[in-house]
């Protein structure tokens, strides 16, 4: 059973002792998930396009009751949702109970409009099998990174071509996306049902988030996006695999511009480029993580009477195309009959 929380059950949400997935969450930020749940239910309809979803997660078995807590945060633009904290009052030792539990939180959030559902989870992790048999797949992995310097030590400027982003960047940055990213990660970000005028690096794209460009010749060749919270900063990359020569000065570039805080790192395999300007500049990796999609399927309910009337007034009927880059990558998540 899975239900949004009443009053009653914010000491639940306060008792448990849960994990915060996202790695900016926990490293750069005090997550709290009681002010989370507090936050969305004094304003369930925000005007913007994120939204902190609390969820009370409950199983009766023989004759005791299992509960549990999450929470994932929604973005209505992208169609995505990423599961940031779970909190099981028994420990994860049950493998049947979760995995029952993340497919109820997919259909929640399916209800809510969402397409997908992401999470991250360290690369070995005893969760990884309970979020694969509720449906997820692993479509990436990425090294995370800590500057080891001082905070308080002075950073070098970046150079020539490096500034903020600015408006009119939107038709280079969608270019530099789609030529680095692989097609399997732009469709589980869904970055392309949103446009390219928000955060892109970012799965979810969270507030307080800057970009800056490394613009060459009028050619956007790289991208740095940071994220400041108030115990240290998190900072992602996408350069351009012609311009891997200026990959230290768009390192030092977005140092430049962060403030003397903790500064971490994730770093996709396929962004393997920036890996010698990063240990060039300080950063040592300390894990490695893997993410990962659960796509969701969407049911259009019509009723008999409206497709006799589109018949009769000579409308084709076709069967519904999936986008190309919406598409599901396997018949098990696809394959799925219309609901009538």
Known sequence: MIHTPAPRDLILIQKLQGVVLPPEEALINAYSPLRAALLSSLNPFRPDSYQAITYVLSHQRQDQQLLGVAQIQENHRRATAQVVYLAPDRGWEDPAIWPRWLEGICEKAGERGMRRLLACLPAENARLSAFQQAGFRIYAHEDLFRLANSPSEPRAEGGTGFRPRRAEDAWGLARLYDAITPPVVQQAEGLSQAGRDEAICVPIASHGTR?????????????????????????????HPQARGMAGTLVRGVLSRLPNQRVYCGLPDYQGGVRLALQSAGFQPFGRQALLVRYIAVFVRKSVAELAFALERGAEVIAPVARANESCPSPSTCDLPLAT
């Open 211 to 239: 970009g800056y460009v490394l613009e060459i010749e009028q050619e956007i060749l790289g991208y740095a996006e940071t994220r400041c919270g108030s115990q240290g900063a998190w900072v992602r990359f996408l350069l």
